[in-house]
């Protein structure tokens, strides 16, 4: 049972460029949530989604795009990336949305 | 911002001492949820605590939920270095989970 699986595992990029960071889950949850963690910050939330269809910004959602077109699949997009995107983030699922979150192992961005 | 708040942000522990991290919110809480992240890892749930004064146990992790179902603490006693790593708790909040910014523990052998 793989959980919740996250790629690419680390990626740099320099600034203004585009990238998808990739999230799937095979549990069949309903709810999938982006998280950033900055040192002291902790996790916070960038965008979440309560089913296929259905997306909502979470605390710090500028900068991101996400879509869910399956209830598998939430992928995270940096439309232009910034050097104050650099950070750790993860992608998690949880049913129902204040349930038990399941992280995925993180991808770990750099930007230049 | 973040309406859950944990202190200390960090706890330097002498091997085999106890410790306690403590977690509070803005508003009554219908759960509290505690993680635990390994250096380099990813955050993995611990447990949830759902009642008015309720204490859980995990060998020598203990946790309580506030009477007032506002704060929880988690206390560690005779820490080991398997502890090392960054504690969070979590609260619902508008049909969200709501983490704070975490306890990282560093331990002295």
């Known amino acids: 049972n793989a959980g919740v699986t996250q790629t690419p595992k680390f990626q740099v990029l320099k600034t203004g460029q585009s990238m998808t960071l990739q999230c799937a889950q095979d549990?069949?949850?309903?709810?999938m949530s982006w998280y950033r963690q900055d040192p002291g910050m902790g996790l916070r939330l960038i965008h979440y989604?309560?089913?296929?269809?259905?997306?909502d910004q979470g605390e710090v959602p500028n900068g991101y795009n996400v879509s869910r077109s399956t209830t598998e699949d939430f992928p995270l997009r940096l439309l232009s990336a910034a050097p104050s995107q650099t950070s750790v983030y993860f992608c998690?699922?949880?049913?129902?949305?204040?349930?038990?979150?399941?992280f995925g192992a993180g991808t770990r961005l750099s930007v230049l | 911002g973040q309406q859950v708040m944990q202190i200390p942000q960090y706890q330097h522990v002498q091997e085999g001492e106890d410790f306690t991290t403590y977690c509070n919110s803005s508003?009554?809480?219908?759960?509290i949820q505690w993680y635990k992240q390994r250096p380099g890892g990813h955050p993995v749930f611990l447990i949830q605590?759902?009642?008015?004064?309720e204490v859980k146990k995990q060998k020598r992790l203990t946790f309580q939920f506030g009477e007032a179902k506002k704060n929880s603490s988690l206390h560690i006693t005779a820490t080991q270095t398997t502890d090392v790593g960054t504690y969070f708790c979590?609260?619902?909040?508008?049909?969200?989970?709501?983490f704070g910014a975490g306890t990282t523990v560093t331990v002295r052998a």
């Open positions: 998690a699922s949880s049913y129902p949305g204040q349930g038990i979150q399941y």
């Open positions: 549990m069949n949850h309903e709810y």
């Open positions: 989604s309560v089913g296929a269809g259905i997306t």
């Open positions: 508003t009554t809480l219908s759960n």
């Open positions: 605590l759902v009642k008015s004064g």
């Open positions: 979590a609260g619902p909040y508008d049909y969200k989970l709501s």
